[in-house]
């Protein structure tokens, strides 16, 4: 094997940090925009709009739109994850830490494997996915226990099923993608996942009442830059990079950001919002990491998708 060229490896660097602090921040960003923005709308507005920009250039770089019944997989799978699985983080965060919702986003691994093994008739986990799982489990338990058993925090036991509810839907979504036909074209296929996903959730928005108390005029600084940067980095800029990582870099290295997202999302929410890091957070972390990082390690090699055309 040949060794990478010098800009070879400033793009693979420049991809990571990209999807390790990038996305990471995204948790943090989505508190600064909810709060003068409903969440719904934020969410929806957010994917369609950066999934209608990709979507145009594509089609102006001449890359031809799939076919109908790949578009549909494509906006149902959108739906799935980028619409639901981001529209009930959002909702969450207007009564629990970006912090802390990303670390129980965390639990998103542990669904694969689970999913995988019954949806996809993939093999039992081994040992150490198994301990890795009880361990994941075990952690959610200790973050998210309090506020679940303290009957005097209700919203914030909502929010903590919420936040499990869209990491199940993202888990379903992403394993439901690998059994159906979608667009060949990677970047094609998001453009059309966050536009799907962005519309419903505009729906989902309108439905409950958002846009009858949505004012443009009270929008905040804050809220519109940490929208823009949701848009332009969070969803075009990181997007593309994990795109591209999937086509040049080995997945067990880029599953790796499940682990490195919740510590820098714990970090920016403590720094920049004044996010409470307790001892219960902190041993969180370590449980969860530890988890995560052992069903990634020996999780197996990820399965070739069918043509299903």
């Known amino acids: 094997m040949t060794n990478p060229s010098p800009g070879g490896s400033l793009k693979m660097i420049l991809a990571f940090a990209m999807i390790y602090i990038v996305w990471g921040s995204t948790y943090l960003a989505i508190a600064f925009a909810i709060d003068t923005i409903p969440p719904f709308l934020t969410i929806g507005s957010r994917f369609l709009f950066a999934g209608m920009v990709l979507y145009g250039f594509l089609r102006l770089k001449g890359i031809k739109r799939p076919p ?21 983080i959002a909702w969450a965060e207007q009564y629990i830490d970006s912090g802390f919702v ?3 986003i965390t639990a998103v691994p542990l669904w694969l494997v689970l999913l995988d093994w019954k949806m996809l008739k ?11 799982l009880i361990l994941g489990f075990f952690g959610i338990v200790i973050l998210t226990g309090p506020e679940i058993i303290s009957g005097a925090q209700d919203s914030s036991a909502m929010a903590v099923f919420a936040v499990l509810a869209a990491t199940l839907s993202w888990s379903a979504g992403s394993l439901r993608s690998k059994m159906i036909a979608m667009p060949e074209n990677l970047f094609m296929s998001s453009a059309i996942q966050m536009a799907a996903g962005g519309a419903v959730m505009g729906l989902l928005g309108l439905a409950l009442g958002e846009w009858s108390v949505f004012e443009w005029g009270a929008i905040s600084e804050q809220s519109a830059w940490a929208w823009w940067y949701l848009v332009i980095f969070g969803s075009l800029v990181a997007f593309s990079a994990y795109v591209w990582l999937l086509a040049n870099a080995p997945p067990k290295q880029i599953s790796s950001y499940a682990f490195v997202n919740p510590v820098v999302a714990v970090f920016l929410g403590w720094w920049l ?3 409470a ?6 041993i969180a972390i370590v449980i969860m990491v530890s988890a995560v990082s052992l069903i990634i390690l020996y999780g197996g090699k990820p399965r070739v998708k069918k043509d299903l055309s």
């Open 68 to 88: 109908l019944k790949r578009t549909v997989n494509g906006a149902l799978i959108g739906i799935f994850t980028l619409g639901i699985g981001t529209g009930l």
């Open 102 to 104: 990303a670390l129980i």
């Open 122 to 132: 993939g093999g039992a986990p081994t040992r150490p996915v198994i301990f890795g």
């Open 273 to 275: 919002a004044g996010e």
């Open 277 to 282: 890091v307790n001892a219960r957070i902190l």
